[in-house]
């Protein structure tokens, strides 16, 4: 794999390819010399823009966040008083509670931000990956897939809403314990909703980055897909199950709920021991095993992986997720 630093000089060096990285990754050239020239002053720039641009972003999202969510949330509009009766039947339960994670997440800036940091990430891959390998050899772009599933499969359990959607209910978990609603519908819902901020991002990220790699083998394609799905599921199950294990609702403002509980320092352990673990033993023995069995194979084998983590993971949460849910 070392032998992919000639390809990424040539990437570099490439005309198109570098006005490419240079108006969607501006610091990245910065970083790339740095590191080849171990130059000091390229990195201060690689460092001065990525600060930079983190900055800007937060300047505009919290300018724009209070518009965008009293447009959604349709603040000021006068509703009709609903029945409480139909509200909560059976057909309706599902909706209502997706309904109640959505304005959560959209009441709370740093809850929203928290969440969407790793769904952005997912699409930065898809386009870094996508201009630094595009045109390569068939190899590299094969490896490139490798390095890009497994690196989404990471990026999604950086911080999924699942993990804290115990947290954020703060106190109000009491009354939502007091409704007639049963643990597996609270439990499902906050999992799909979890599940559904992530989806298009990683479908757009998909879309970028194949569009632009072009590989060939549709194999590899569809296990990447599947694989990055699987993993999708899987840290949503896993952190769902550690919040319930270890919550924290008696915070006194959102930052504490989301930022500094024990269930999100344990997330971000699990999440590097079940996706980083394969991401660098696919990088270090890289060659290895592109001579024993085809990328295909092994990418179905992480997905199989994570797979058996996630059955475990649903076993427990349907064993012991009501009673952690009742301890509360």
Request: hydrophobic share 55%.
């Amino acid at each position: 794999f070392m032998g992919s630093n000639e390809s990424l000089l040539n990437a570099f060096s490439s005309n198109e390819v570098s006005i490419w990285i240079k108006v969607l990754l501006p610091n990245i050239p910065f970083l790339f010399y740095a590191v080849t020239t171990g130059s000091f002053l390229q990195f201060f720039w690689f460092f001065l823009i990525s600060v930079s641009s983190i900055g800007i972003s937060v300047l505009i999202l919290s300018l724009l966040y209070k518009k965008i969510n009293n447009f959604v949330l349709g603040t000021g509009v006068k509703h009709k008083r609903k029945n409480t009766r139909i509200l909560y039947k059976p057909n309706k339960l599902y909706l209502t509670l997706i309904k109640k994670e959505v304005k959560t997440i959209l009441n709370s800036p740093v809850y929203f931000v928290n969440c969407v940091m790793g769904a952005i990430l997912t699409v930065v891959f898809g386009i870094l990956f996508g201009v630094m390998f595009k045109g390569g050899e068939v190899e590299m772009v094969s490896i490139a897939v490798v390095i890009f599933s497994l690196c989404n499969a990471f990026a999604v359990g950086v911080a999924p809403p699942s993990a804290i959607s115990i947290n954020v209910e703060g106190e109000n978990l009491y009354i939502l314990k007091s409704l007639p609603i049963k643990f597996k519908d609270i439990a499902f819902s906050k999992l799909s909703f979890s599940i559904l901020v992530y989806l298009p991002f990683i479908l757009i990220s998909n879309i970028l980055f194949f569009s632009i790699i072009q590989p060939q083998d549709a194999m590899l394609i569809i296990i990447s897909i599947i694989l990055q799905l699987v993993g999708l599921v899987v840290v949503n199950i896993v952190g769902l199950l550690i919040n319930l294990k270890f919550p924290k609702i008696n915070w006194l403002n959102m930052t504490q709920a989301v930022k500094q509980s024990m269930s999100v320092f344990i997330m971000v352990i699990v999440d590097f021991a079940i996706c980083l673990i394969p991401l660098i033993l696919g990088i270090g023995f890289i060659d290895k095993i592109m001579q024993a069995i085809p990328l295909s194979l092994f990418l179905t084998i992480c997905a199989i992986f994570y797979f058996l983590i996630g059955v475990i993971a649903t076993i427990l949460l349907a064993k012991n997720g009501e009673k952690l849910y009742d301890r509360i």
